[in-house]
């Protein structure tokens, strides 16, 4: 998967943005503020880190060696993704709707209203 396949993919979500507010190489992406994925431009191959439910996250990481601990975050709830073809997309579409779904879950009523609402 390329870097402009991933963005398209993260962009398709209802109020999603991309940013650059730590560096020039880094996307981060968002939901009302609120980061749901985090990707190097210049990776190769192609990494995201996507939020993940603390359980789930042990239980990916012991089944897939693409899914690790994720880099520079909060361990228990990100996960790295190496975009290397080793994951079905189907899967890696589940874990990014599971980022997602995750923060919009913190977001108040009104806002995942208006959310629901652009779809």
Not at 12 to 30: C, L, M, R
Not at 68 to 90: C, Q
Request: with cysteine; aromatic share 10%.
């Amino acid at each position: 998967m390329t870097f402009y396949t991933l963005e398209q993919l993260l962009l398709e979500y209802p109020g999603s943005e991309k940013s650059f507010p730590f560096d020039a190489i880094t996307a981060v992406f968002k939901v009302r503020g609120k980061m749901f994925a985090l990707a190097g431009i210049e990776n190769d191959p192609v990494s995201v880190n996507l939020k993940c439910d603390p359980e789930d996250a042990l239980i990916l990481r012991s089944q897939f060696p693409a899914i690790r601990p994720g880099y520079h975050m909060n361990k228990d709830h990100w996960n790295t993704i190496i975009l290397n073809d080793s994951l079905e997309l189907d899967l890696f579409k589940k874990l990014v709707s599971d980022s997602y779904a995750l923060v919009v879950s913190k977001l108040t009523k009104k806002v995942q209203t208006d959310l629901k609402n652009q779809t």
